[in-house]
Structure formats: structure tokens, C-alpha cells
């Protein structure tokens, strides 16, 4: 029996297209939360109604997207199918901020996008001459000097702010301009040739970081989206392990996100237990119940005593053991309604001679999936688990 995980870096269900491919997955791997962290108002807005929903993920959207005039996601909102115009684009899609004052100008623009989160993104701010390449216009970011005021704004208003970052001095200007969250670990691909050990936490940076409370979204494999040589995908989880390694000595603020579109955060979770830095009880702790509640803190989540909310999973197998326990969960309850995608289990719920009480050789949940792929509806089984309130005990 453990609790719902939480994934606090995605993409993929901004939007209906995602919530119909993407949401049942999310279900049936036991991660009941989510913060998808750039989504465009116009998108959001049609689905919030289906959303945090008993046959649904609860889910936080970064709506106030902010980013510089060259930075991204302008590139890929412009190449995209069908490609959008700039006139489309900035301060529609997402918000476009070079200085602190526009920042002052523009801010009452977040009122109205209804945002869970104010996003900022910096990409590689302390190499200037990057805004100097035209191939690179509409993929870079944000100043620290903007991240700070977006920052000092947002928390004046009780804001929680997530910095999107990509080199080791994007992260440590994040860090210092008091960010709530980083999006994920520095250096998660060169993209502009650099070396790996470029992205290493100074040890100080990691300490400041943890003085700070920053959430810190490890985000470490969405590296295999980039298909790296073996060489240097070697050299990049030599770093994210040594990163890692700092932010635990320090005592940091680690999270489950995965910034991984096909996938969610099962895949971060088995990739962080391949690297080895954080034993199987430390990665469950992180991802079913520090992150949960990272998210959602006015909620009681990861627990189980009276008054914390009736969501939990039931597995095969003992996590604490082999993690590929997750891949299996036999039931998942949510806010006290059964959520099953094996039909014996939903058919039996409630029942003395129930699935989960037969035979060991009868049980139908195998292989490294239970129940049928991105196919089956995750549904509340009817008349075998009361709504109730959705508080246990």
C-alpha cells in the first residue's frame, strides 16, 4: 500500500489533445498529480472542468509563461503544426518580459491567465553571445534581473514561481532570486557544445539551495529525449549523479518531475533508482510524498491517518524491494472511488472472494504493466467503494 506519486514536470497534458492521450496513463501509473509547466490560457481554459476529477490527474498550470523576445518556447510555437505567428504568440501564448520594467508594465497580465503557477525560463543568460546568433533567436531567455522581479512581484501576491533553467549559473541565479521551484537539475543536455562538468552545483550554490527551501525538480530523463551518444550520455549522468550526490549532502529540497513528453514521472522515478545516488525508500518518499505536497500543500496528501485524503494504491509486490513494484498496482483508489484498469479486480471490488484475495498463480496483473496499455478507461468501479468524503479514517 503506498500513496499516489506526483510528477511536478510535464507538458503533455496541456491541452485536450494531451488529456485524452496522455491522462488515462497518468491513472494507471498510480500518478494521481501533475504541474505542467508552459500551457497556453487558450488551451487550459476548455479542460479545467475535467481536470482533478475522479477519472482524471489533479493538476497545477503554469499559464503566466514568461519569457524574453528571443526566448523560447518562440521557436518551436513558430515551427510548430500548425505554426503560430508572433503576433499569436507574445503576451497570448505566453508573456514576453526583457527588463524588470516591462516586468512592472506587463504584470497585470498574470491576474487574468488564471495561473496555478508563474513560470519564468532562462536559458544560458551568462553567455551573451548566443543572442547574437540568428539560429538561436526564440530559444533563449530570461535576465536574473527579471527572474528577481518576477519573483519579489509574484510572492508579494502569494504567487509560486518555477524557473526554468539550463546552465549551472541559470541555476544559481534562480537559487538567489528565491525561486519556489527549479525546473529540473542544470546540464541536462549540451546544447550549445559544452562540457558535461560545466554543470556542476558548486557545493555552495547547493547549500544556498537548501537554505533556501528551493524544490528542486530532478528532471534527469528527459536526457534520453535528446538521444545522446553512449559516451556522452556517460558524461552527463556522471554529472546529474555528482549533482544529486551535492543537493542530498546538503540536505536540498529534491522533487519527482520527469519533463518527459511520452512518459511521467514512473520513468524518473526507475531512472533516478538506475543512477544509484538515492536508495528505493528515499525515491519513494520523494515521489509519494514530498512532491505530492510540494504541489499541493493546503491538501493532506502521502499520508494515511485520520484526515488525510483516501488515495492510495495497492500493489503486487514491495517497492522497498523492486521498484518495479509500481509498475503493477493491482487497485488505485482515488478520494475514496476505486480506479482500476483490470476488469477482474473492478468486476470483484468489495467482495470477500475479491481479485486481490485469490491465489497468487490466478492473479491476472502481469508483465511490467498491469492491465491494458493507454486503452482502457481508468473509471470509478460503481457501488464497490462509497465517494465518501475523500478523507480516510
Known amino acids: ?82 505554426p503560430m505567428t508572433l503576433d499569436q504568440i507574445v503576451d497570448k501564448a505566453v508573456l514576453v518580459m526583457d527588463t524588470p520594467d516591462d516586468v512592472a508594465r506587463k504584470w497585470p497580465l498574470i491576474a487574468g491567465r488564471h495561473s496555478d503557477l508563474v513560470k519564468v525560463i532562462m536559458s544560458y543568460h551568462d553567455r551573451p553571445e548566443l543572442r547574437q546568433q540568428p539560429e538561436l533567436r526564440g530559444r533563449l531567455g530570461v535576465t536574473p534581473e527579471v527572474v528577481a522581479e518576477v519573483v519579489r512581484r509574484a510572492h508579494a501576491e502569494q504567487r509560486r514561481v518555477v524557473v526554468h533553467i539550463e546552465s549551472v549559473a541559470d541555476f544559481a541565479a534562480a537559487v538567489r532570486a528565491g525561486a519556489d521551484f527549479i525546473a529540473e537539475l542544470p546540464g541536462y543536455f549540451p546544447q550549445h557544445g559544452e562540457a558535461p562538468e560545466t554543470h556542476l552545483i558548486p557545493p555552495e550554490v547547493a547549500a544556498l539551495a537548501a537554505e533556501k527551501q528551493v524544490g528542486i525538480v530532478t528532471a534527469t530523463v528527459a536526457t534520453r529525449l535528446f538521444q545522446p551518444a553512449p559516451e556522452l550520455l556517460a558524461r552527463i549522468e556522471a554529472v546529474q549523479k555528482q549533482n544529486l550526490e ?17 512518459g511521467n514521472a514512473l520513468n524518473e522515478l526507475h531512472h533516478l533508482d538506475q543512477l544509484g545516488v538515492l536508495d528505493k525508500a528515499a525515491l519513494l518518499r520523494l515521489a509519494t510524498v514530498d512532491t505530492p505536497r ?28 523492486d521498484l518495479d513494484a509500481l509498475d503493477k498496482p493491482l487497485l488505485r483508489i482515488k478520494q475514496g472511488r476505486v480506479l482500476t484498469q483490470l476488469d477482474d479486480v473492478a468486476a470483484t471490488a468489495g467482495e470477500e472472494n475479491n481479485a486481490l484475495n485469490a491465489a497468487p498463480g490466478k492473479k491476472k496483473a502481469t508483465g511490467k504493466k498491469a492491465g491494458t496499455r493507454g486503452t482502457k478507461k481508468s473509471t470509478p468501479a460503481k457501488g464497490k467503494a462509497k465517494p465518501a468524503s475523500g478523507k480516510s479514517g
Open 1 to 82: 500500500l503506498v500513496a499516489p506519486l506526483a510528477d511536478a514536470h510535464n507538458h503533455n497534458l496541456q491541452g485536450a489533445w494531451g488529456l485524452d492521450k496522455f491522462g488515462q496513463d497518468y491513472l494507471r501509473d498510480g500518478v494521481f498529480y501533475a504541474a505542467m509547466l508552459c500551457a497556453d490560457p487558450a488551451a487550459i481554459d476548455p479542460i479545467r472542468a475535467r481536470i482533478s476529477q475522479p477519472e482524471t490527474p489533479d493538476v497545477l498550470f503554469a499559464t503566466a509563461c514568461i519569457t524574453s523576445s528571443d526566448g523560447q518556447p518562440l521557436a518551436m510555437l513558430q515551427s510548430g503544426t500548425p
Open 246 to 262: 551535492r543537493l542530498k549532502a546538503a540536505g536540498a529540497r529534491l522533487l519527482v518531475g520527469s519533463d518527459l513528453f511520452t
Open 294 to 321: 510540494a504541489l499541493f500543500p493546503q491538501r493532506k496528501l502521502g499520508c494515511f491517518q485520520p484526515g488525510c485524503e483516501a488515495s492510495f494504491l495497492v500493489l503486487i509486490g514491495n517497492p522497498l524491494e
